[in-house]
């Protein structure tokens, strides 16, 4: 039995589950209001309907009500005030418990140079506002239905024609998988490589740690390749048994060293040989400084190199919008592995952003961001050279950090961080960049992975200070 009572407020109770338990009427309206004031469907303080209009709703006997009312106000579930009706009780609730988190939360300081972050207040709100108008005006009702897991093709057709043009992508819209960023992008490839018997993946020696926890969801193991001035040992992937591959060819994450040509050609010959997969993640790949930009590995095999590519860098990362771009016979079983995690991505945002593109709009922002790292890069490594001449700086060339190599008999990285946490700045160090699959680090000076997009321009240059600082002691 069941209906909506109309008098002080409507509410809905379902009198079928404690009927189907054998409950008498009485003790069945009982059950269904104790259960909705405990699950807090009724929130303390609901008045509930007057026990002649509950009973004429519920097709019952005004006592019958009345009798519930007043068994659960015994037991405390319902509080009758005079001239105010029956309410829900006032309860307590179980304090919350603070389980340790499995991933650290983001450093609360007053000067974050982390690595891996844009400066925010950068993106582009008026362009993306008209983009958003112009998308909308001309999208198609269907747009907003479900749709294609590969996502959009208006948005996959221009990142066609722009990868192409700017990091010499050869692909075609059918072969391009639009996902939640470049997280969720390597999670559906380790998926579908594990479908296909692939049970481990060769990472860089140093990189980004929540990569590893991704390969590791997916259940791959990983295998360390060292790095040298020329870039990871690609020459070495023979002897890893890995059968893929992750590489951040273009501007190696942290070093920043591109990767020479000689090991991209092994790297290839290697997916060739074996039938492995390069995993190629060019996550800053916009933002070159002092020298020519650096093509897509993909290029030189769409059929052995997946392609990663994301707007966390060039827009911002709240977007959550990346891309892969798929060897032929990868595209089904990654989509697959989307349609499994969620679908599809968001429609309204990979509309806009087709737009943009093809507006010319994120051309002109690139641009932008791309003066204003600049600047950033050249005002950081101008007060190290003023003020702490003795620190090296590498990794200058692209991105949006640099590594600080400390000088012989400097504080230890452990020490570093607690006195970066006293003078208010938050960073990396380089053994927090290093695979867990790497063999122990030999004796060597300290380094610092510092990223210098983050901080709003008002706070830079205090950034700045602090850190010099901190390399001074």
Request: with cysteine.
């Amino acid at each position: 039995m069941e209906s909506w009572a109309t008098s002080g407020g409507d509410l809905h109770l379902d009198l079928s589950a404690g009927r189907a338990r054998g409950l008498g009427l009485r003790a069945a309206l009982e059950d269904a209001l104790r259960t909705a004031a405990r699950d807090g469907r009724f929130a303390p303080g609901t008045r509930l309907p007057s026990s002649r209009a509950l009973s004429g709703d519920l097709g019952l006997a005004r006592n019958t009500v009345a009798e519930a009312y007043a068994q659960l106000a015994a037991e405390g579930w319902l509080t009758a005030r005079q001239g105010s009706g029956t309410v829900v009780a006032e309860r307590g609730t179980p304090a919350a418990v603070t389980a340790p988190l499995a991933y650290p939360s983001r450093p609360v300081a007053r000067y974050d140079l982390t690595s891996g972050r844009p400066d925010v207040s950068l993106f582009p709100r008026s362009a993306w506002l008209a983009a958003a108008r112009r998308a909308l005006t001309v999208a198609p009702h269907e747009a907003l239905s479900y749709s294609d897991p590969r996502g959009r093709i208006e948005l996959r057709r221009a990142l066609a024609e722009y990868l192409a043009r700017v990091r010499g992508v050869r692909t075609d819209p059918e072969r391009i998988l639009i996902c939640a960023g470049y997280t969720q992008g390597l999670r559906l490839v380790c998926g579908a490589l594990g479908a296909q018997g692939v049970r481990s993946v060769a990472v860089e020696e140093y990189g980004l740690p929540p990569q590893q926890r991704v390969i590791a969801a997916a259940g791959l193991s990983t295998v360390a390749l060292p790095l040298d001035g020329d870039g990871a040992r690609t020459d070495l992937l023979a002897g890893t048994g890995a059968g893929a591959v992750v590489l951040t060819s273009a501007h190696q994450f942290p070093t920043g060293v591109a990767l020479r040509a000689a090991r991209r050609s092994a790297a290839v010959a290697w997916a060739r040989e074996t039938g492995g997969l390069i995993i190629e993640d060019d996550y800053d790949g916009e933002f070159r400084y002092d020298r020519q930009p650096v093509g897509a590995m993909q290029a030189l095999d769409p059929e052995r190199v997946v392609y990663a590519g994301t707007t966390s860098k060039s827009l911002a990362p709240g977007l959550r919008l990346g891309w892969l771009v798929l060897p032929a016979a990868l595209v089904e079983p990654a989509v697959r592995q989307k349609e499994l995690a969620d679908g599809q991505s968001g429609v309204l945002e990979q509309l806009t952003l087709a737009e943009l593109i093809t507006s010319g709009g994120l051309d002109r922002h690139v641009r932008r961001c791309r003066s204003h790292y600049r600047r950033r890069r050249d005002r950081l490594v101008a007060a190290l050279a003023e003020r702490a001449p003795q620190v090296e700086v590498a990794g200058l060339a692209a991105g949006l950090h640099a590594v600080l190599r400390l000088p012989p008999g400097s504080l230890g990285e452990d020490e570093l961080l607690r006195q970066a946490d006293w003078l208010g700045l938050a960073l990396h160090t380089m053994s927090f960049c290093r695979a867990d699959s790497a063999p122990p680090l030999p004796d060597a000076p300290p380094a610092l992975v510092i990223g210098y997009g983050t901080p709003p321009e008002r706070d830079f240059a205090g950034a700045l200070d602090a850190l010099c600082t901190l390399v001074r002691l």
